[in-house]
């Protein structure tokens, strides 16, 4: 198993371009999270799936969307990229049982360094 | 909404020393205490986690202690190594159910170097 997959590792954008970040997993998780991380901010929550064809807002979704059309995958886009969102940013996904309670244990991706000037 | 702190932002030991990075809570309904270690360029790996009912929990060199009244929770790393050199992460997040998707919270995060 690959677990949790991003493409592309490394990106450099100019200002006002777009693109999309691509994540894929093969856990047949339910949950999958967009964060970013900036240096001494920990990981924010930009955007999070509950299941395919569902998305919400986490705690910084301006100027992001995404997409889940697939269980599979979770498409992180940038319309109109600035400088402020350069940063790294990490795909996590975690599983969930509607059976029993759950603990969120993520797992992350390795992560897509993006560059905008 | 649930807010974490987590202190020191960096520590420095020397081989063999004991590590201690804290976290605070704020969220009653948080019963979900997972670690991350992140080595340079690499992803968040879970380290180890605890769930609120238990009061420690130990793996090897690593252990976490909770105190789900003081809102508090530690990592304590013994018989420190040059590989535990990295940045940890501590979370919170409330139990996952029907209901609640369960966010995790992070804090910002500790450098860790630990010096031969």
């Known amino acids: 198993n690959a677990g949790v997959t991003q493409t592309p590792k490394f990106r450099v954008l100019k200002t006002g371009q777009s693109m999309t970040l691509l994540c894929a997993q093969d856990m047949n998780h339910e949950y999958m999270y967009w964060y970013r991380q900036d240096p001494g901010m920990g990981l924010r929550l930009i955007h999070y799936?509950?299941?395919?064809?569902?998305?919400a807002k986490g705690e910084v979704p301006d100027g992001y969307n995404v997409s889940r059309l697939k269980k599979q995958n979770f498409l992180l886009g940038l319309e109109s990229a600035a400088p402020s969102q350069t940063s790294v940013y990490f795909c996590?996904?975690?599983?969930?049982?509607?059976?029993?309670?759950?603990?969120?244990?993520?797992?992350f991706g390795p992560g897509t360094r993006l560059t905008v000037l | 909404g649930e807010n974490v702190e987590q202190h020191p932002s960096t520590l420095s030991v020397q081989e063999g020393d004991s590590a201690v990075i804290k976290c605070t809570y704020s969220?009653?309904?948080?019963?979900?205490f997972p670690w991350y270690k992140q080595e340079l360029g690499k992803r968040p790996q879970l380290i180890i986690d605890?769930?609120?009912?238990?009061g420690e929990k130990k793996d090897q060199r690593i252990a976490v202690t909770l105190n789900k009244t003081a809102k508090h929770f530690s990592l304590h790393i013994t018989e420190t190594q040059p590989e535990d050199s990295a940045v940890y992460f501590c979370?919170?997040?409330?139990?996952?159910?029907?209901?609640?998707?369960?966010?995790?919270?992070f804090g910002q995060g500790t450098i860790l170097t630990v010096h031969p």
């Open positions: 605890i769930r609120s009912n238990v």
């Open positions: 799936s509950v299941g395919e064809g569902t998305t």
């Open positions: 969220d009653s309904a948080s019963n979900y």
């Open positions: 996590a996904s975690s599983s969930f049982r509607l059976a029993e309670p759950t603990y969120n244990e993520q797992f």
């Open positions: 979370a919170a997040s409330p139990r996952m159910s029907g209901t609640s998707y369960g966010k995790l919270t």
